[in-house]
């Protein structure tokens, strides 16, 4: 899917005034080898805990954009690259986690998308805490479950519907 997240403001201009599109705020970093990436979001809330998301990403991605919402903590990492290798094995277009990803090596290997705050080499607790299919406060914007996520080099978008024909 080609696109340019400017483009898609600058024409949705009336969208990004009423809210049904939306910006993350600046800060994400990228890594995988997908600077691009597209699709509907399945979203997990957890905290220091990435339990969840290694379940997640056990499942077939269809294409879905898996939105993390890590509370912004950057005491440790909650994916790292076995997890993306997973996503990148089960159809996940992308990764954007609000927390920390480590293996940036093998992560970066890995054919999908990956937007994240930083880096941190501690692994994450495994407590099966947290919730799925929740709306999110990510910094920036709200991400409901369905929600059309897309990101570039210039930032990420979050949409109440798809602004793309497939």
Not at 36 to 57: C, I, M, Q, Y
Not at 81 to 100: R, S
Not at 152 to 159: F, N, Q
Request: charged share 25%.
């Amino acid at each position: 899917m080609e696109f340019a997240t400017t483009d898609l403001c600058d024409d949705h201009e009336d969208r990004l005034a009423d809210g049904t599109l939306r910006v993350l705020s600046p800060g994400f970093r990228h890594f995988g080898q997908r600077q691009r990436f597209a699709g509907p979001a399945a979203t997990l809330k957890v905290f220091e805990d990435n339990s969840l998301v290694r379940e997640a990403v056990e499942s077939a991605g269809h294409g879905r954009v898996l939105v993390v919402d890590g509370g912004g903590s950057l005491r440790c990492a909650l994916v790292g690259g076995k997890l993306g290798e997973l996503a990148q094995n089960n159809g996940w277009a992308g990764i954007v986690v609000n927390g920390c990803v480590r293996d940036t090596a093998e992560l970066d290997a890995c054919a999908i998308g990956i937007r994240a705050l930083d880096t941190h080499p501690r692994k994450s607790q495994k407590r099966n805490a947290g919730e799925r299919e929740v709306a999110l406060q990510m910094p920036g914007a709200v991400v409901r479950p369905g929600n059309w996520i897309y990101a570039d080099a210039d930032g990420v978008l979050v949409s109440d519907v798809a602004l793309l024909e497939d």
